[in-house]
């Protein structure tokens, strides 16, 4: 008997006489209980002696016992009546006292209830409503007791006030930093908290398509402030040495490629630990120089890196430049100011507020000067004001500063990105003689005072109203940098929201040659210099900026509403830097797709550009239409397309948990059963195991020299980021024409002998492809990529179905039994071991990756989605380069390149097209 | 509707080998070191009957839109731009057009020179102080397609 069992029975047999019983399960008990709580009675001696010959028995016993068989031949009268007494007493009891889970409507019978009665008392019947309200504030008291006592929160007036609901929105940052533009966000978009941020995923408007028109025909806006920025300040050579060590030039352009150590360009690099180039990549990052000062004899550059890249390349810097030392933030005054603005410190814009309004009530400026000041997070708010973000070295002399969230960064994408920044940004006004008489604290006065600064911003100013002539983006020279001073944009904000349409007049001849001069040169090396890199310039800009409140001030003083605010306010120019971003640089097609630029600002500026930029009518995305941008330019993102990095480790098991998680969720009849789809792994991409499986498949089949091959353990998998193998890929990889014509002249041709060599160099390797289909079909994250056989290649072009014949899944009988199991209670031996199946999916360890369908598994892909700018389904991935070479060979002429693709919840193959782009 | 799908591609036939052949003497490379990569010829603004013809898009289609731009879209003149290669297929359409609206249709062909801008990217990035830029010239048509007036 179970306990609950048990109290039900107490609860019961509470009032009952000592003579009244319950059948029980086991008959002993049924005695104890008896006898145990025959309280409520005064069963006579007699009857205790032999309760079974007057005892009232309920229900039907097994054994007989109940009914005794002779009736008493007399009973005494007095006792008799005290039992039944006793039992009346008891009936009474129970009828007028209710149980305590008991409702009091549950007295009336069914005809007389009525809904909703235990919440309005005054449904009930007059006479049951005292009972019932006891009843209710009994019940009210016992709940309130148990729950503890709310915090009284304030009232909504009360939290909306400034003040309080800044101190909310840095409470609720604490452990998710929010961007600048968060809360614009916020109202739009479906947030994410990711990689320590929270980031705007996509809007909560229907925008897929437009988005991608605004991308390829006018412009597109997302923010990247996310990225984190780190500083590196020392002498060139010392850096080059150090940073020579995580590059290679066999993988592209490095730190010291000239152009971008002039400060010109900005290269895209990838990062390798110490030494260690082709293994252990840690990621892509792009790298900025800051053009050489005359001033200052050292250099200074940017390297921009992913979030989860940060954790991994941070230590790795620290390491190759010697940075040990940590320096302590400097906790001088002006530190703290930029923290927390220090109420003594005479602010210019409270100045100038107490001279617009004197006889403004400002409670809190007043009351609550003594208690600590309230102020919105600028920068990483989640750090400490302690914490260490400057190292240095002193055998290199090398600086390391983490300038994460002190910049801001806004990408806009698309062909008229540039007539977008044109429109809403409008260089800097010069300041007048007057203001320098003032000898006024802004940098910008003093920064007027030079000659040659002038000089410099005249002729950015000049470059910047060039640009405005050109009619695309992509006409610019991939990479350029241009430095700028702009007055605050928000004096220049219309009235109403327009779309930018590039103004292409025909202009004079000068302007065109000056056009001509930047679309074939780029920006001259001066102009790419910028305030931006002095710290003391952004401090200052940040802590001086005027608060939309004064300006909107001012702007209502204005005498003819509604025009420009002028003088420009010594105070409202900020040093920016735009970075040109090409598009699609890779392949044959699409080239300069999506190029655009970058708008770097110092922080809290943020939404002072953003709002002048989104009324310019650009579209605004997320990490969605992020993700969509690389897919169409084919380019891999981190750390999602990054199998061999640390981060891109990390997140393809954090992807897999959550797909595990997703696909639990579903009762297993309704879960795809991707054991009959033949899919093996549908979360995930065992790359280690395919990069071995098809090194094994090759040296078994081409019977190399494999006495060398044998005696080197297998290493992890490589990504191939070889520039020149790429390039002989890329060759091989195109089918060849009937005229034999090849585009590059002295490539190899594709022979046994070539692709053994090839394969001695990067047998382990993994390489980057874009799949298009050939027909129909949108392939999806993970699908598989396979080789076609020589029956398949017949039916290509034929429009008939290619499909997988259903797998067996042999594990459904070994899961259920295991069910049964739990039940019945007895453990077979047979189904224990098999406690982590999951129905649907194959467990550990995987059988042979490469050879579990049909057709020979090469790789899967990472991305994969109907392409809007090509016109059918294109996918994204990795496959393995043995397997790769090993199908080329194999494949007649016109058909190379050929392979196969197919979903992993679907068991229809379709043909694609491989590239590798270059 | 006549906004081209990929306005990337929409005026460039890009597909032309011949470059090394129409590149100026002057820039003497060695083609090992430097990869060449193609610009996108300059964008001009595009009224609703300018039809940029490419190599990509399949002859009919494009010959349908101009017939719908004639016939349905209500212009009485359509201009076909073809660039490089494309030139063929330019005139191959607007003589289609004239040849299938039994002589309703006049032609009026120019020809014109559009200036376009290649990078040199060297192969070992760390040589190059100068970005290297060459230009060379492509030759385009520009075909008015127009019905007379009466």
Same mark, same amino acid.
């Given at each position: 008997?179970?306990?609950?069992?048990?109290?039900?029975?107490?609860?019961?047999?509470?009032?009952?006489?000592?003579?009244?019983?319950?059948?029980?399960?086991?008959?002993?008990?049924?005695?104890?209980?008896?006898?145990?709580?025959?309280?409520?009675?005064?069963?006579?001696?007699?009857?205790?002696?032999?309760?079974?010959?007057?005892?009232?028995?309920?229900?039907?016993?097994?054994?007989?016992?109940?009914?005794?068989?002779?009736?008493?031949?007399?009973?005494?009268?007095?006792?008799?009546?005290?039992?039944?007494?006793?039992?009346?007493?008891?009936?009474?009891?129970?009828?007028?006292?209710?149980?305590?889970?008991?409702?009091?409507?549950?007295?009336?019978?069914?005809?007389?209830?009525?809904?909703?009665?235990?919440?309005?008392?005054?449904?009930?019947?007059?006479?049951?409503?005292?009972?019932?309200?006891?009843?209710?504030?009994?019940?009210?008291?016992?709940?309130?007791?148990?729950?503890?006592?709310?915090?009284?929160?304030?009232?909504?007036?009360?939290?909306?006030?400034?003040?309080?609901?800044?101190?909310?929105?840095?409470?609720?940052?604490?452990?998710?930093?929010?961007?600048?533009?968060?809360?614009?966000?916020?109202?739009?978009?479906?947030?994410?908290?990711?990689?320590?941020?929270?980031?705007?995923?996509?809007?909560?408007?229907?925008?897929?398509?437009?988005?991608?028109?605004?991308?390829?025909?006018?412009?597109?806006?997302?923010?990247?402030?996310?990225?984190?920025?780190?500083?590196?300040?020392?002498?060139?050579?010392?850096?080059?040495?150090?940073?020579?060590?995580?590059?290679?030039?066999?993988?592209?352009?490095?730190?010291?490629?000239?152009?971008?150590?002039?400060?010109?360009?900005?290269?895209?690099?990838?990062?390798?630990?110490?030494?260690?180039?082709?293994?252990?990549? /840690?990621?892509?990052? =792009? *790298?900025? &120089?800051?053009?050489?000062?005359? $001033? @200052?004899?050292?250099?200074? !550059?940017?390297?921009?890196?992913?979030?989860?890249?940060?954790?991994?390349?941070?230590?790795?810097?620290?390491?190759?430049?010697?940075?040990?030392?940590?320096?302590?933030?400097?906790?001088?005054?002006?530190?703290?100011?930029?923290?927390?603005?220090?109420?003594?410190?005479?602010?210019?814009?409270?100045?100038?507020?107490?001279?617009?309004?004197?006889?403004?009530?400002?409670?809190?400026?007043?009351?609550?000067?003594?208690?600590?000041?309230?102020?919105?997070?600028?920068?990483?708010?989640?750090? /400490?004001?302690?914490? =260490? *973000?400057? &190292?240095?070295?002193?055998?290199? $002399? @090398?600086?390391?500063?983490? !300038?994460?969230?002190?910049?801001?960064?806004?990408?806009?994408?698309?062909?008229?990105?540039?007539?977008?920044?044109?429109?809403?940004?409008?260089?800097?006004?010069?300041?007048?003689?007057?203001?320098?008489?003032?000898?006024?604290?802004?940098?910008?006065?003093?920064?007027?005072?030079?000659?040659?600064?002038?000089?410099?911003?005249?002729?950015?100013?000049?470059?910047?109203?060039?640009?405005?002539?050109?009619?695309?983006?992509?006409?610019?020279?991939?990479?350029?940098?241009?430095?700028?001073?702009?007055?605050?944009?928000?004096?220049?904000?219309?009235?109403?929201?327009?779309?930018?349409?590039?103004?292409?007049?025909?202009?004079?001849?000068?302007?065109?040659?000056?056009?001509?001069?930047?679309?074939?040169?780029?920006?001259?090396?001066?102009?790419?210099?910028?305030?931006?890199?002095?710290?003391?310039?952004?401090?200052?800009?940040?802590?001086?900026?005027?608060?939309?409140?004064?300006?909107?001030?001012?702007?209502?003083?204005?005498?003819?509403?509604?025009?420009?605010?002028?003088?420009?306010?010594?105070?409202?120019?900020?040093?920016?830097?735009?970075?040109?971003?090409?598009?699609?640089?890779?392949?044959?097609?699409?080239?300069?797709?999506?190029?655009?630029?970058?708008?770097?600002?110092?922080?809290?500026?943020?939404?002072?550009?953003?709002?002048?930029?989104?009324?310019?009518?650009?579209?605004?995305?997320?990490?969605?239409?992020?993700?969509?941008?690389?897919?169409?330019?084919?380019?891999?993102?981190?750390?999602?397309?990054?199998?061999?990095?640390?981060?891109?480790?990390?997140?393809?098991?954090?992807?897999?948990?959550?797909?595990?998680?997703?696909?639990?969720?579903?009762?297993?009849?309704?879960?795809?059963?991707?054991?009959?789809?033949?899919?093996?792994?549908?979360?995930?991409?065992?790359?280690?195991?395919?990069?071995?499986?098809?090194?094994?498949?090759?040296?078994?089949?081409?019977?190399?020299?494999?006495?060398?091959?044998?005696?080197?353990?297998?290493?992890?998998?490589?990504?191939?980021?070889?520039?020149?193998?790429?390039?002989?890929?890329?060759?091989?990889?195109?089918?060849?024409?009937?005229?034999?014509?090849?585009?590059?002249?002295?490539?190899?041709?594709?022979?046994?002998?070539?692709?053994?060599?090839?394969?001695?160099?990067?047998?382990?390797?993994?390489?980057?492809?874009?799949?298009?289909?050939?027909?129909?079909?949108?392939?999806?994250?993970?699908?598989?990529?396979?080789?076609?056989?020589?029956?398949?290649?017949?039916?290509?072009?034929?429009?008939?179905?290619?499909?997988?014949?259903?797998?067996?899944?042999?594990?459904?009988?070994?899961?259920?039994?295991?069910?049964?199991?739990?039940?019945?209670?007895?453990?077979?031996?047979?189904?224990?071991?098999?406690?982590?199946?999951?129905?649907?999916?194959?467990?550990?360890?995987?059988?042979?990756?490469?050879?579990?369908?049909?057709?020979?598994?090469?790789?899967?892909?990472?991305?994969?989605?109907?392409?809007?700018?090509?016109?059918?389904?294109?996918?994204?991935?990795?496959?393995?380069?043995?397997?790769?070479?090993?199908?080329?060979?194999?494949?007649?002429?016109?058909?190379?390149?050929?392979?196969?693709?197919?979903?992993?919840?679907?068991?229809?193959?379709?043909?694609?097209?491989?590239?590798?782009?270059? | 509707?006549?906004?081209?799908?990929?306005?990337?591609?929409?005026?460039?036939?890009?597909?032309?080998?011949?470059?090394?052949?129409?590149?100026?003497?002057?820039?003497?490379?060695?083609?090992?070191?430097?990869?060449?990569?193609?610009?996108?010829?300059?964008?001009?603004?595009?009224?609703?009957?300018?039809?940029?013809?490419?190599?990509?898009?399949?002859?009919?289609?494009?010959?349908?839109?101009?017939?719908?731009?004639?016939?349905?879209?209500?212009?009485?003149?359509?201009?076909?731009?073809?660039?490089?290669?494309?030139?063929?297929?330019?005139?191959?359409?607007?003589?289609?057009?004239?040849?299938?609206?039994?002589?309703?249709?006049?032609?009026?062909?120019?020809?014109?020179?559009?200036?376009?801008?290649?990078?040199?990217?060297?192969?070992?990035?760390?040589?190059?102080?100068?970005?290297?830029?060459?230009?060379?010239?492509?030759?385009?048509?520009?075909?008015?397609?127009?019905?007379?007036?009466?």
């Amino acid at each position: 008997m179970s306990a609950a069992k048990a109290k039900m029975r107490e609860k019961k047999m509470r009032n009952q006489p000592a003579s009244v019983q319950y059948p029980s399960g086991v008959n002993g008990e049924g005695g104890s209980q008896n006898r145990g709580h025959g309280s409520g009675g005064h069963p006579s001696s007699k009857e205790r002696k032999k309760p079974e010959d007057t005892g009232w028995v309920r229900g039907h016993q097994r054994y007989g016992g109940g009914y005794s068989k002779e009736m008493p031949k007399y009973i005494t009268g007095g006792a008799f009546a005290r039992a039944r007494a006793a039992e009346v007493k008891a009936m009474l009891r129970a009828v007028s006292q209710t149980a305590c889970s008991s409702h009091v409507f549950q007295a009336l019978p069914k005809h007389m209830r009525r809904r909703a009665m235990s919440h309005n008392t005054k449904r009930l019947p007059r006479r049951l409503r005292d009972v019932a309200d006891r009843m209710r504030e009994k019940s009210l008291q016992a709940g309130s007791k148990k729950k503890k006592e709310p915090a009284k929160s304030k009232s909504r007036k009360a939290r909306r006030r400034h003040g309080n609901l800044l101190l909310d929105f840095n409470r609720r940052q604490r452990k998710n930093i929010w961007l600048e533009t968060h809360i614009w966000h916020a109202k739009r978009f479906h947030m994410v908290k990711k990689w320590g941020y929270c980031l705007g995923d996509r809007p909560t408007y229907k925008c897929y398509r437009s988005c991608y028109r605004a991308m390829s025909s006018h412009c597109l806006l997302q923010d990247l402030s996310y990225y984190c920025c780190i500083e590196l300040k020392g002498e060139e050579d010392e850096l080059l040495a150090a940073l020579s060590q995580m590059t290679s030039k066999e993988a592209g352009p490095t730190f010291a490629a000239a152009l971008c150590l002039s400060g010109r360009r900005q290269v895209s690099v990838t990062i390798y630990r110490i030494g260690q180039y082709p293994c252990q990549p /840690l990621g892509p990052v =792009t *790298v900025l &120089w800051r053009p050489k000062t005359p $001033g @200052i004899r050292g250099r200074q !550059l940017w390297i921009w890196a992913h979030p989860t890249l940060k954790q991994d390349l941070l230590p790795e810097l620290q390491s190759v430049c010697r940075c040990w030392e940590a320096v302590p933030p400097s906790i001088d005054p002006e530190v703290l100011c930029g923290k927390e603005k220090s109420a003594p410190h005479p602010k210019p814009e409270n100045i100038l507020e107490a001279k617009l309004k004197p006889g403004a009530k400002r409670k809190r400026s007043s009351v609550d000067a003594s208690e600590p000041p309230v102020k919105k997070i600028l920068g990483d708010g989640t750090r /400490l004001p302690g914490t =260490t *973000v400057t &190292w240095k070295s002193s055998s290199t $002399g @090398i600086v390391i500063n983490d !300038l994460t969230m002190e910049i801001v960064r806004y990408r806009l994408i698309g062909p008229q990105s540039h007539s977008v920044l044109t429109e809403a940004l409008e260089a800097a006004t010069v300041c007048k003689e007057v203001d320098k008489s003032l000898g006024s604290t802004f940098w910008w006065p003093q920064h007027c005072s030079d000659e040659s600064n002038m000089l410099l911003h005249q002729q950015q100013a000049d470059v910047f109203h060039t640009l405005k002539g050109i009619s695309s983006t992509t006409e610019l020279p991939p990479g350029t940098v241009l430095g700028l001073t702009v007055d605050d944009p928000r004096l220049t904000l219309p009235t109403k929201k327009m779309k930018v349409l590039p103004c292409v007049s025909q202009a004079q001849e000068a302007d065109e040659d000056k056009r001509k001069e930047l679309i074939l040169r780029g920006v001259p090396e001066q102009c790419c210099q910028s305030s931006l890199w002095e710290e003391s310039v952004r401090d200052d800009v940040t802590e001086n900026k005027i608060p939309e409140q004064a300006l909107n001030r001012m702007k209502s003083e204005m005498l003819v509403p509604g025009s420009r605010l002028s003088p420009t306010p010594p105070q409202g120019r900020v040093p920016v830097l735009l970075v040109h971003q090409p598009g699609k640089q890779v392949g044959q097609e699409m080239s300069s797709w999506g190029a655009g630029w970058d708008l770097l600002l110092p922080k809290g500026w943020g939404m002072a550009f953003w709002i002048p930029l989104v009324y310019r009518g650009v579209r605004v995305a997320g990490l969605h239409m992020g993700l969509k941008h690389s897919h169409s330019k084919a380019a891999p993102i981190f750390p999602h397309d990054f199998p061999d990095c640390p981060a891109g480790i990390r997140f393809q098991e954090e992807q897999e948990a959550e797909f595990l998680d997703k696909f639990k969720r579903h009762p297993p009849a309704k879960r795809t059963n991707y054991i009959k789809h033949g899919c093996l792994a549908p979360f995930r991409c065992p790359w280690q195991q395919l990069a071995e499986e098809w090194e094994h498949l090759t040296r078994g089949g081409g019977d190399e020299p494999a006495e060398m091959s044998v005696a080197k353990p297998l290493s992890l998998f490589i990504v191939l980021r070889n520039r020149k193998s790429l390039r002989l890929l890329s060759g091989w990889c195109r089918p060849t024409t009937s005229t034999g014509r090849r585009l590059n002249r002295e490539l190899l041709p594709l022979s046994q002998s070539a692709v053994t060599s090839f394969l001695s160099a990067h047998g382990m390797s993994l390489v980057w492809v874009r799949l298009s289909l050939l027909s129909k079909g949108r392939p999806e994250l993970h699908s598989m990529v396979c080789v076609p056989t020589a029956e398949d290649l017949k039916l290509l072009g034929k429009h008939q179905d290619l499909q997988e014949p259903p797998h067996r899944d042999h594990f459904k009988s070994r899961i259920k039994p295991q069910k049964k199991s739990l039940k019945s209670d007895d453990p077979e031996p047979r189904s224990t071991p098999d406690s982590d199946l999951i129905f649907g999916l194959w467990p550990d360890p995987l059988p042979s990756v490469t050879s579990h369908c049909s057709r020979v598994t090469l790789g899967w892909t990472t991305q994969g989605d109907f392409s809007l700018c090509a016109g059918h389904g294109e996918a994204l991935g990795f496959v393995s380069v043995p397997g790769l070479l090993n199908t080329l060979l194999k494949q007649a002429g016109e058909h190379r390149g050929t392979l196969l693709l197919r979903n992993p919840g679907s068991l229809h193959y379709r043909f694609a097209k491989v590239n590798v782009e270059v | 509707m006549t906004e081209p799908r990929n306005p990337g591609m929409s005026s460039a036939p890009q597909v032309n080998p011949a470059h090394a052949e129409s590149s100026s003497p002057a820039v003497e490379m060695d083609p090992v070191e430097y990869t060449l990569r193609k610009r996108l010829p300059r964008k001009l603004p595009k009224r609703r009957n300018d039809v940029y013809v490419n190599m990509k898009t399949d002859f009919r289609a494009q010959l349908a839109r101009c017939q719908k731009l004639l016939e349905g879209g209500g212009h009485r003149e359509i201009c076909i731009h073809g660039l490089g290669l494309a030139i063929n297929r330019a005139i191959n359409i607007a003589l289609q057009l004239q040849t299938s609206s039994q002589g309703a249709l006049q032609l009026a062909a120019n020809t014109s020179t559009v200036e376009l801008v290649d990078d040199l990217e060297p192969e070992d990035p760390d040589e190059a102080g100068e970005p290297m830029t060459r230009t060379r010239n492509n030759s385009a048509i520009h075909i008015k397609v127009f019905y007379p007036e009466p």
